[in-house]
T-cell receptor
């Protein structure tokens, strides 16, 4: 079993839709949770960074963490074609500075 | 915001030659940098952790004599792929964090290596 599970997609939605991306994890030591966006042939770009259960909002993006269920989500409101990319969840524990990534979900927003 | 610069963005080399990839933190000091490898449509896999002034720590299965890492300063780490083979063709990405503790990692734009 992988430490971090993420549905690879692809996920195709119409412009303006609300997108929900999810990851589950098995390692209860993970305390820090991140979402990255990666365009083709580019490095990952940090979108959200959280370290506590609950919601964190930044513009059209909301990150949600449920440590009791070992489940994290990223919501994208009013999705745009420019949001089309691969979204990677990542997490780490306090004893290790490197990240453990999910496999990434490919999102396609249709105009 | 924290910026990590990686160079070159792409490189083609012949089998048996060596290739050096640079990773720089432009506006902050990074005591630790990380090197990842990504195959097409797959996630990032950690190769090694690069610590300034000391030897790198390699993940299991990564050949340290093939992937030489040097972290000579607080803003520069290099990855040298020695005696490259076609199976080394991949997307190599570095990352760094601003300080000790739990600040988030920022990534370079990656280097696409093609070995012919």
């Amino acid at each position: 079993q992988k430490e971090v599970e993420q549905d690879p997609g692809p996920l195709s939605v119409p412009e303006g839709a609300i997108v929900s991306l999810n990851c589950t994890y098995s390692n209860s030591a993970f305390q820090y949770f991140m979402w990255y966006r990666q365009y083709s042939r580019k490095g990952p770009e940090l979108l959200m960074y959280t370290y506590s259960s609950g919601n964190k909002e930044d513009g059209r993006f909301t990150a949600q963490v449920d440590k009791s269920s070992k489940y994290i989500s990223l919501f994208i409101r009013d999705s745009q074609p420019s949001d089309s990319a691969t979204y990677l969840c990542a997490m780490k524990d306090t004893g290790r500075r490197a990240l453990t990534f999910g496999s990434g979900t490919r999102l396609q927003v249709q105009p | 915001g924290a910026v990590v610069s990686q160079h070159p963005s792409w490189v083609i080399c012949k089998s048996g030659t060596s290739v050096k990839i640079e990773c720089r933190s432009l506006d902050f000091q990074a005591t630790t940098m990380f090197w990842y490898r990504q195959f097409p449509k797959q996630s990032l896999m950690l190769m090694a952790t690069s610590n300034e002034g000391s030897k790198a720590t390699y993940e299991q299965g990564v050949e340290k004599d093939k992937f030489l890492i040097n972290h000579a300063s607080l803003t520069l780490s290099t990855l040298t792929v020695t005696s490259a083979h076609p199976e080394d063709s991949s997307f190599y990405i570095c990352s760094a964090s601003q300080a000790l503790g739990d600040s988030p990692l920022h990534f370079g734009n990656g280097t696409r290596l093609t070995v012919t």
